[in-house]
T-cell receptor
Framework: GQQLNQSPQSMFIQEGEDVSMNCTSSSIFNTWLWYKQDPGEGPVLLIALYKAGELTSNGRLTAQFGITRKDSFLNISASIPSDVGIYFCAGQLNDYKLSFGAGTTVTVRA | EPEVTQTPSHQVTQMGQEVILRCVPISNHLYFYWYRQILGQKVEFLVSFYNNEISEKSEIFDDQFSVERPDGSNFTLKIRSTKLEDSAMYFC??????????FGDGTRLSIL
């Protein structure tokens, strides 16, 4: 099956800083997705990417679908306390399955 | 905004007992999924369901697991004889073709 490597595993950041995380895969995907999970809740979709090379923004979030279709990154600009949580990348080859990365835990120092 | 709803939020069951986890997907969605997340680990795919049949399943989804869409709104996951290692958060998700999956808030399953 597809192996996704997500890094960093965790990060402490200062409020106002920019954050960057990425995912690489052993095989290609047709769609890359980024989700955020807060404690006790399910993953919430942040950004969906459908084409190699695509760069998409959602407020302070920006994500890119790598040109090789085997990687993606997520940037958060000017972090705020509510950015705390676990961020997951997920790759999709067809309509039937998502493969998730191990997550990046973000903690913001006020 | 429509959402995926799951019940119960927490289920405690004795080892060896059967358990049914329930989900109401978003109403116009056609693809349905179950995932699990063991505490502190990543979300793992279990099974997808489309056109009234299983379309893909993982090696985790053995013959102790089954899914059913008993009517037009519910989607259930049954574990026939629970084991301690089945303790996890179980997430239901749904989507339409070409769109991203939307997840419920999960059922925490605790096996004693």
């Amino acid at each position: 099956g597809q192996q996704l490597n997500q890094s960093p595993q965790s990060m402490f950041i200062q409020e106002g800083e920019d954050v960057s995380m990425n995912c690489t895969s052993s095989s290609i995907f047709n769609t890359w997705l980024w989700y955020k999970q807060d404690p006790g809740e399910g993953p919430v979709l942040l950004i969906a990417l459908y084409k190699a090379g695509e760069l998409t923004s959602n407020g302070r979030l920006t994500a890119q679908f790598g040109i090789t279709r085997k990687d993606s990154f997520l940037n958060i600009s000017a972090s705020i306390p509510s950015d705390v949580g676990i961020y997951f990348c997920a790759g999709q080859l067809n309509d039937y399955k998502l493969s998730f990365g191990a997550g990046t835990t973000v903690t913001v120092r006020a | 905004e429509p959402e995926v709803t799951q019940t119960p939020s927490h289920q405690v069951t004795q080892m060896g007992q059967e358990v049914i986890l329930r989900c109401v997907p978003i109403s116009n969605h056609l693809y349905f999924y179950w995932y699990r997340q063991i505490l502190g680990q990543k979300v793992e795919f279990l099974v997808s369901f489309y056109n009234n049949e299983i379309s893909e399943k993982s090696e985790i989804f053995d013959d102790q697991f089954s899914v059913e869409r008993p009517d037009g709104s519910n989607f259930t996951l049954k574990i026939r004889s629970t084991k301690l290692e089945d303790s996890a958060m179980y997430f239901c998700a749904s989507k339409t073709g070409g769109q991203p999956q939307h997840f419920g808030d999960g059922t925490r399953l605790s096996i004693l």
